[in-house]
């Protein structure tokens, strides 16, 4: 039986995250879905472990390509050794496990506990966003990589720079999402990081390029379409202004004009909360990682996977994300929802298309919305040399809270009903 409010919540939440994460995992995760991306994966290890020529993809077509580098096709070759369908229930089981191993480490991070109320919360949310649903039931390997991430992260705070590069390193040789993450240590003067960051892929490459049959073919073929936008599962803002045909320089005055926003907002968070450790990391990785879906060529909605370890900032008392627009931004992009509308079908696909890039978009403009209107304030008040963070988390005055400490000690000696008694009356009282 309950008897707090948090045991209330706890006893209400655990049921719904727990039967959540089966469903995604047992249901979403078997059943059939209009996108495989598992399936080229199989197919390019299993061409592997035979000999045979991996990149040689038909790129005219929409399906799934594969598109690892040699280092890559090394690392997850191990998938083909069993049949295929037994090989992506295993891939999609150890996604599960390193989402909810994520989970755990973000807990820990934020200083949260298994039995505190944030536990089933932060776990039902994320099993029940987009990002999650689809990197299971397409069978990705973001779950792998957001573990990476959020042990990338507590690395750096731990100042344990080689393993946090390794992680990094072992990432970048699948697939580099996290690569601009890198900008992290560069601003700390975290340089032993870049050692195995770099080295680690480096070296893999060396090994698994002997070993593939046609490498130069992802040099030549594979590599040039990395490099190209696509007008269709696309939410970056090149795609989106492919798809509904806006002129070049819209899109180019676009582009600049959210990186500008990206560039101020980084230098606010380098000038001002550096050495602030768990919130200048968090909140600079989640500017960065959004900017890296809607700036370049490609940007798909379940990659916001990555940004859990910003959201979770929500918990700090100087974070951005304290306000509205922010979280109606981010449902745009994390939310399972389909807008798409029968009776107005082209209305319809242009809310759906759409939200994820304005999501993205909006949610970049509150970031340097908030940090710009600390600076401003800060430096009206003048007080830019101590930080910008918002007056009322700033210490009271020492003089202040005399002042207030008298006032309350002036009140209550001329209060006749709270002086002390007189000896006699003390007497009398007895």
């Known amino acids: 039986m ?20 089966l469903h995604q995992v047992i249901v979403k995760g078997t059943n059939s879905t209009i996108t495989d991306d598992f399936a080229p994966v199989y197919k390019a290890s299993l061409a592997f472990l035979n000999g045979h020529a991996i990149y040689g993809e038909n790129f005219d077509l929409t399906d799934p390509h594969y598109l690892y580098p040699p280092s ?68 990705n390997v ?29 990432t970048i040789a699948v697939k580099p999402t996290l690569a601009p993450l890198l900008l992290i240590p560069l601003a700390r003067r975290q340089w032993q990081v870049f050692i195995t960051a770099i080295g680690v892929p480096a ?41 509904f045909g806006l002129p070049t320089w819209l899109t180019w005055g676009i582009r600049i004009t959210m990186a500008i926003l990206v ?26 990682m959004t900017a890296s879906f809607l700036l370049p060529g490609l940007g798909q909605q379940y990659y916001s996977m990555m940004l859990f370890p910003f959201l979770m900032t929500v918990v700090l008392p100087n974070s951005v994300l304290r306000n509205w627009p922010a ?33 993205w978009s909006l949610l970049l ?23 910008i963070d918002p007056a009322f988390l700033l210490p009271r005055p020492p003089e202040q809270g005399a002042a207030t400490a008298l006032e309350h000690a002036s009140v209550s000696t001329s209060d006749p009903e709270l002086e002390p008694p007189t000896p006699s009356e003390a007497g009398a009282l007895r």
């Not at 298994?114 to 987009?130: K, W, Y």
């Not at 957001?146 to 390794?166: P, T």
């Not at 490498?215 to 007008?231: A, E, H, I, W």
């Not at 560039?263 to 960065?288: E, H």
């Open 365 to 387: 403009i509150v970031v340097f919305c908030v940090l710009g209107d600390r600076y401003l304030a800060a430096r009206r008040e003048g007080r830019l040399d101590t930080g």
């Open 263 to 288: 560039v101020i907002s980084l230098w606010l968070l380098y000038r001002y909360y550096r050495k602030d450790g768990l919130f200048f990391i968090c909140t600079s990785a989640g500017i960065i």
């Open 72 to 139: 890559g096709t090394l690392m997850i070759a191990p998938l083909a050794i069993i049949d295929p369908e037994k090989s992506r229930w295993c891939f999609i089981v150890l996604n599960a496990a390193a989402i909810i191993l994520a989970w755990y480490l973000l807990l820990r991070l934020f200083k949260f506990t298994i039995r505190s109320v944030a536990a089933p919360t932060l776990l039902l949310l994320m099993f029940a966003s987009e990002t999650v649903i689809n990197t299971l039931g397409f069978g």
């Open 327 to 359: 979280w109606a931004a981010i449902f745009g992009f994390m939310t399972y929802d389909k807008w798409l509308l029968d009776h107005w079908q082209s209305a319809g696909r242009a809310i759906e298309y759409l939200r994820v890039t304005f999501g």
């Open 203 to 243: 070296v893999m490459t060396a090994v698994a390029w002997p070993l593939i049959k046609d490498p130069m073919n992802f040099v030549r073929r594979t590599g040039p379409y990395l490099l190209k936008s696509r007008d269709y599962f696309n939410s970056a803002i090149v795609g989106n202004a492919n798809y």
């Open 142 to 170: 973001n779950g792998c990589v957001l573990l990476a991430e959020v042990l990338f992260i507590h690395l750096l705070l731990a100042r344990r720079d080689l393993l946090a590069g390794l992680v990094m390193g072992l």
């Open 2 to 21: 309950a008897r707090t409010t948090a045991e209330v919540f706890n006893f209400a939440l655990w049921p719904f995250a727990v039967f959540t994460v």
